[in-house]
Each structure stands twice: as C-alpha cells, then as structure tokens.
C-alpha cells in the first residue's frame, strides 16, 4: 500500500496492493517468505493477470523460484528464492519490486514444522511525464517477513509487507510504503481416493483500508486436473481450471487459467479479469 504524505502538492493516485493475483495460493511466497510446504528441491511460478474493460492497460507480472540447498526430509533445512513483481497500472505508473528471500524450516513434533522467513530487496515507482507534467523514478529499500505452521493437513500463515515504511519520491512527491498484514489457512482433505478438496483462506488488511477476505475452494482430481473458485468478498468469484503434467524424470508442469466476474456496483460485465499461472517443481 502506497500513502501520500501531507506538505506536497497532490497528483494522480499511485495507491493499491502489489498482490491482486486471483490465484494467490499458487504463490504465497509473494507475501509470506517463510511459507512452506515440505515438499520438492526447485520450484519456478510465473503469472499474469490483466484487466479487461474501462481499466484495459493495467496488468500484474511476476517470476518467482526457490530453491532447497540442504535435505528436505531432515529435522531443520533452509529454503532460498527470489521474486521479480512489476505492475502497469495504466499508461502513466509503474510499479516494480525486486527480493531475495531467506526461510528456515524446523520440524517440531511428528508432522509437525514452523518456519520463519525474511525478504529483502527494492520497490521502484515510475510516473510517466506528459506535455504539462514532468516523469521520474525512484527506488527504495524495502522487506517483508512472516511464520508458517504446518501439521499434516493444515497449514496457517502470518506475514507483515513494507515494513521498513520506506518513502518514494519520484516527482518532487512523498508516498509512503505503508505496512500490511497478511494472514492465511489451509486445509485440505479427501473426497475420494481420487479427488482431494483444497481450502484456501486469505484476509488482507492494508493501512487505511478495510480488510479484504478470499476464500478459495479447489479440487484436485486424479493429480491431474484442478478445479475451483476464488470467492472475492465485495469484489467478485472467480472461476478457475488448471491442469498437472506429470514427467517423472524432469519434475512437474502445471497451468492454472481463471475468469474474475465482477459483482462491485460500480464496475460493468466488461469490467472482468483474465489470468494465468504456470509452475514447475521438482
């Protein structure tokens, strides 16, 4: 979340969250670095999400891989990554971050782990000049943290954004990177011997604004296909279909596609979002 300072002169907004990723559970790492799901060495995660309607031209980007180092299947092993994040808000902003990740996991009962993690790195904001208005660019330091509990079955997270607090100046004007609190569940469980349910729960709460809730059911079918939804509160659902492609020598590919439709008062049927994720792991 981007505030304006007081004491400067107002311009266009630059406020909003870096994560608006419908699929948010594809990727936790975005804002939770400890989280942690014991399984694999690699994993790389890419997504795009872009709108469509009277808000055409803004789109969210990222690149994100993590890496195990030591012996997942001992009692304490660390986790490394990386994440590149750039979204287009239009013609005239642009917003970029740039980490590097740390996380130790330690197994604490039978099934049982706690994880701890830090991110450190950059936030760039870059406002496009016009005719009348001068553009700029700048770029600060910034990090976020958090903890991740996991215990057969269920996973719960907790994380905190932007906690250096950091300030932009990119055209003689003050924004400030406000700090966000981020707490998350997940519990999955067995319809069948083929078919497990995938629950995923998201609150958000960003300075200044009400908290946001997403609840995600998703089903898994024969480790190949996924199907589910993403309801969004005040905001929309959105439909989601994906698929597992398995090769047991050169890890996993999977791709996730989704539809948001909009139920906000003020936004139109074209007024909806499309996106797509790709993973790889092994």
Same mark, same amino acid.
């Given at each position: 979340?981007? *505030?304006?300072?007081? %004491?400067?002169?107002?311009?266009?907004?630059?406020?909003?969250?870096?994560?608006?990723?419908?699929?948010?559970f594809q990727n936790y790492a975005m804002f939770n670095p400890a989280s942690e799901d014991t399984s694999g060495k690699f994993k790389l995660r890419i997504g795009n999400s872009a709108l469509y309607g009277l808000f055409e031209g803004v789109n969210r980007r990222y690149l994100d891989?993590?890496?195990?180092?030591?012996?997942r299947?001992?009692?304490?092993?660390?986790?490394? +990554?990386?994440?590149?994040?750039?979204?287009?808000d239009g013609?005239?902003?642009?917003?970029? &971050?740039?980490?590097?990740?740390?996380? &130790?996991?330690?197994?604490?009962? &039978?099934?049982?782990?706690? #994880?701890?993690?830090?991110?450190?790195?950059?936030?760039?904001?870059?406002? *496009?000049?016009?005719?009348?208005?001068? %553009?700029?660019?700048?770029?600060?330091?910034?990090?976020?943290? +958090?903890?991740?509990?996991?215990?057969?079955?269920?996973?719960?997270?907790? #994380?905190?954004?932007?906690?250096?607090?950091?300030?932009?100046?990119?055209?003689?004007?003050?924004?400030?990177?406000?700090?966000?609190?981020n707490f998350?569940?997940?519990? *999955?469980f067995d319809i069948s011997p083929r078919i497990t349910m995938y629950n995923h729960l998201y609150f958000r709460k960003e300075y200044q604004n009400a908290g946001s809730f997403e609840y995600a059911p998703v089903l898994l079918m024969a480790e190949v296909i996924e199907a589910g939804a993403n309801f969004k509160f005040k905001r929309g659902i959105a439909i989601m279909l994906g698929i597992n492609a398995h090769t047991l020598d050169y890890g996993t590919i999977s791709f996730m596609g989704s539809f948001l439709i909009s139920t906000r008062q003020l936004s139109?049927?074209?007024?909806n979002k499309?996106?797509?994720?790709? &993973?790889?792991s092994f």
């Amino acid at each position: 979340m981007l *505030s304006f300072l007081p %004491g400067q002169v107002k311009s266009q907004s630059v406020g909003g969250s870096f994560l608006t990723f419908d699929q948010f559970f594809q990727n936790y790492a975005m804002f939770n670095p400890a989280s942690e799901d014991t399984s694999g060495k690699f994993k790389l995660r890419i997504g795009n999400s872009a709108l469509y309607g009277l808000f055409e031209g803004v789109n969210r980007r990222y690149l994100d891989l993590d890496f195990k180092p030591e012996n997942r299947k001992s009692l304490s092993y660390s986790k490394i +990554g990386a994440l590149v994040q750039t979204n287009n808000d239009g013609p005239f902003i642009k917003r970029s &971050r740039y980490y590097g990740r740390y996380s &130790r996991t330690i197994a604490i009962g &039978r099934e049982q782990y706690v #994880s701890l993690g830090v991110a450190l790195g950059a936030v760039s904001l870059t406002l *496009s000049g016009s005719q009348s208005v001068g %553009g700029g660019t700048s770029t600060v330091f910034d990090g976020y943290a +958090g903890m991740w509990y996991h215990w057969k079955k269920l996973k719960l997270g907790a #994380s905190v954004e932007q906690f250096t607090q950091s300030v932009l100046t990119p055209i003689q004007q003050n924004f400030k990177l406000e700090p966000v609190l981020n707490f998350n569940g997940i519990y *999955s469980f067995d319809i069948s011997p083929r078919i497990t349910m995938y629950n995923h729960l998201y609150f958000r709460k960003e300075y200044q604004n009400a908290g946001s809730f997403e609840y995600a059911p998703v089903l898994l079918m024969a480790e190949v296909i996924e199907a589910g939804a993403n309801f969004k509160f005040k905001r929309g659902i959105a439909i989601m279909l994906g698929i597992n492609a398995h090769t047991l020598d050169y890890g996993t590919i999977s791709f996730m596609g989704s539809f948001l439709i909009s139920t906000r008062q003020l936004s139109t049927s074209a007024d909806n979002k499309f996106e797509i994720t790709a &993973r790889y792991s092994f």
